[in-house]
């Protein structure tokens, strides 16, 4: 048998109980079939597969705290460090009622590769917990904020692990956690990114995954010979990625007709106004039908949709399997062009499978959402040297991250013979750089 075979089998034999961390390995491991391949004696040596399956280390936590009625409740933390060959464990914090073991694990694995292609020394890590920050008071947010920083402070630090934003944490979550760690360390340190621009956050951080999302695009059409002006795009989600992806395609020319949340999804013929969207969500915290009420060509739909709308560019940003093979059928069948991930892992094999093979440019969220986590550590880099950079010179850096992910994507399917072939292109690249540390590292 095969070492990418063998070592699958032991890693669902494993963690046969984690279905999106299984999906996360399955889709790196069969993609990086010719490189391993062309190494198998010597990675098989090496135990590598096994050595970058299994995390470093993993915290599991109880998280008590104390709701507006006085009513003690308790919450499920993690951290999953899962490799540091090239820098220090860096990844967000899910608060999300769907967080297990499981979905931190495949974010954890998929961070590893995602911040290995940024080029940029940073290791791959993921946390959070199933605390559900939706309906609850800012007190409860900080409250539970302060208690799960009181176990995780124990575990990240500047120079060893450095946690961030993701679903359902943003800058008021980081503002509470940040206060807890100095509090409790005595220590002004970077430990966490997305801070506010009032204590060490950088600019451009909070625009950084949507707008690299969009600088990625770009330069996959612009390599295609199109361009992203007067295009259709759909966008789901309405988080921070969607908004500030939604942003910059309108800035680009580009018009974008959908956004969605967990209970329905908004078709708006005139484009979505990205104001509106904001209040809607960033201040008021509100549901989509707020945003309908005040725009009256926009449709309001309950349920799942936005891959029904007729496109030119698709790009999931909500969460994990939210593009099924039925949307992707759709999506070729409405003459959609490219589909761009800003969340992780939104598209599922088979759908993936089925794009690429009939022609639509599919760049997976590894490489195209990459741009976050990038500018945390640009951020990082900031703090180190104590300084703040400006927005244009952050923006224009993270360009250039993206420009170069494209083409480092693009060069490592083309070593392979698999031109076009992105998201092989992302694992090989990712994946190199990894290894090779971890061979000069011995065996620890
Ligand atoms: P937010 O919490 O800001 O927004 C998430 C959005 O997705 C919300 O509109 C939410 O709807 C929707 N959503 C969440 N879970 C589900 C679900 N189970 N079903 C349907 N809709 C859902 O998160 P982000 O925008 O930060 O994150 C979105 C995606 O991007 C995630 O996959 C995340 O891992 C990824 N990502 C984020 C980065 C970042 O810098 N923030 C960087 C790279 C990737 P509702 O409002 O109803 O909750
Ligand atoms: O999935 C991701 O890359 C993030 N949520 C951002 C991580 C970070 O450390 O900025």
């Known amino acids: 048998m095969s070492y990418i075979d063998e070592a699958l089998e032991r890693v669902k034999a494993k963690n046969a109980s984690e ?18 391949e062309a190494n198998e004696e010597k990675y098989r040596k090496e135990a590598l597969l096994e050595r970058l399956t299994e995390p470093d280390r993993q915290f599991k936590f109880r998280v008590p705290w104390v709701d507006d009625n006085g009513q003690v409740q308790v919450n499920t933390g993690y951290r999953v460090q899962f490799n540091n060959a090239i820098g220090p464990y860096k990844g967000g914090l899910r608060l999300h009622p769907s967080v297990n073991t499981g979905i931190i694990k495949f974010l954890g694995f998929e961070q590893i590769f995602k911040n290995s292609l940024t080029g940029l020394p940073i290791g791959g890590g993921k946390g959070g917990a199933d605390f559900d920050p939706k309906g609850k008071s800012d007190r409860e947010v900080m409250a539970f904020c302060q208690s ?3 176990e995780l402070c124990k575990y990240i630090g500047a120079d060893v692990d450095v946690p961030a934003g993701d679903i359902g944490t943003g800058a008021r979550e980081i503002g509470y956690m940040f206060g807890q760690y100095k509090k409790i360390k005595s220590c002004y340190e970077g430990v966490l990114t997305g801070k506010g621009l009032s204590y060490g956050g950088s600019l451009a951080r909070t625009e950084a995954t949507g707008y690299g999302l969009l600088y990625i695009t770009e330069e996959l059409m612009k390599c295609h010979g199109e361009s992203m002006e007067g295009k259709t795009v759909v966008i789901s989600g309405a ?46 915290r509100a549901r989509l039908t707020e945003y309908a009420a005040a725009r009256p060509d926009a449709e309001y739909h309950e349920g799942r949709g936005v891959w029904s709308v007729k496109c030119d560019i698709a790009l999931p940003c909500a969460t994990q399997n939210e593009l099924h093979l039925d949307d992707a ?14 969340a992780n892992m939104p598209t599922t094999i088979d759908a993936t499978k089925y794009l690429q093979e009939n022609g639509v440019w599919f760049i997976g969220g590894k490489a195209a959402n990459a741009g976050g986590v990038a500018t945390s550590a640009l951020e990082m880099s900031q703090n180190s040297e ?5 927005f244009e010179e952050v923006d224009s850096k993270l360009k250039q991250i993206m420009v170069n992910i494209y083409h480092n994507i693009d060069d490592a399917a083309k070593r392979y013979g698999q ?10 690249a990712g994946f190199e750089k990894v290894a090779e540390a971890m061979i000069a590292q011995g065996v620890v």
Not at 273 to 283: I, N
Not at 420 to 426: E, I, R
Request: charged letters at 20%.
């Open 19 to 36: 279905p999106e961390f299984l999906q996360a390995v399955e889709e790196v491991l069969e993609s990086l079939r010719p490189v391993i």
């Open 148 to 150: 799960f920083m009181t």
């Open 239 to 284: 988080g921070n990625v969607a908004i500030y992806a939604t942003q910059k395609a309108q800035q680009m020319g580009a018009k974008v007709v959908t956004c969605s949340d967990s209970t329905g999804w908004i078709y708006d013929p005139n484009g979505i106004d990205v104001a509106l969207l904001k209040e809607v969500k960033e201040v008021k």
């Open 329 to 342: 059928k759709l999506l070729v069948a409405n003459g959609c062009k490219a589909v761009c991930e800003g």
């Open 386 to 390: 104590r300084l703040s950079w400006t």
């Open 419 to 428: 031109e076009g072939n992105y998201v092989m292109g992302a694992n090989i």
